[in-house]
């Protein structure tokens, strides 16, 4: 199962991202999709999920309100908005697909990853 994230990049504070997941050729039909992030010297912490099926989404207080994940069926892609960026978000992210409808924010619970993507935000 492959999932290529993309869309990081360089980037100043207050400034907007958005990230990319695509799953070609599968759905993920029944399955959460996550978007993680690890910053140097870090574990790996969770960012945003939303179930395939429901639309169901959960956020980590961090990110909350400045971040937005969403999905396209049609294309097989999940996308992370991220607004108002902050130093602090700097890292490598990661998207991951769990199987089973239940959000669940521990990394080890996720079945397939992507390569990550990083991000970069300069104060």
């Known amino acids: 199962v492959q999932l290529q994230a993309s869309g990081g990049g360089l980037v100043q504070a207050g400034d907007s991202l958005r990230l990319s997941c695509a799953t070609p050729g599968r759905t993920f039909t029944g399955y959460v999709m996550g978007w993680f992030r690890q910053a140097p010297g870090k574990e790996r912490e969770f960012v945003a999920a939303i179930s395939w099926n429901t639309f169901s989404t959960y956020y980590s207080d961090s990110v909350k309100v400045r971040f937005t994940i969403s999905r396209d069926n049609a294309k097989n892609t999940v996308y992370l908005q991220m607004n108002n960026l902050k130093p602090e978000d700097t890292a490598v992210y990661y998207c991951?697909?769990?199987?089973?409808?239940?959000?669940?924010?521990?990394?080890?619970?996720?079945?397939?990853w992507g390569q990550g993507t990083q991000v970069t935000v300069s104060s």
């Open positions: 991951a697909a769990k199987r089973g409808p239940i959000i669940i924010t521990t990394p080890t619970t996720y079945d397939f």
